[in-house]
């Protein structure tokens, strides 16, 4: 099985892996959730609070 480069992606949420060099901006939303901007993708997409530390460390 092939795995995607740490480095390049991170899970924000059970099922969805985003590219780290898409992502515009990450916003609180509500009860734990924030919302994921990527570049030409028009609707954000939910991540759950468990997978926030991570996506913001590595983000800064």
């Known amino acids: 099985m092939t ?3 740490d480095e390049y992606f991170l ?3 059970r099922g969805t892996l985003v590219n780290v060099n898409e992502v515009q901006r990450v916003d609180e ?3 734990g ?3 994921v901007y990527l570049r030409g993708m ?3 997409l939910i991540m759950r609070r468990r ?4 996506v913001r ?4």
């Open 29 to 31: 939303w509500s009860h």
């Open 42 to 44: 028009a609707p954000p």
């Open 11 to 13: 899970q924000i949420h």
């Open 57 to 60: 460390a590595r983000l800064g």
């Open 51 to 54: 997978f926030a530390a991570r």
């Open 33 to 35: 959730r924030f919302q």
């Open 3 to 5: 795995r995607l480069p």
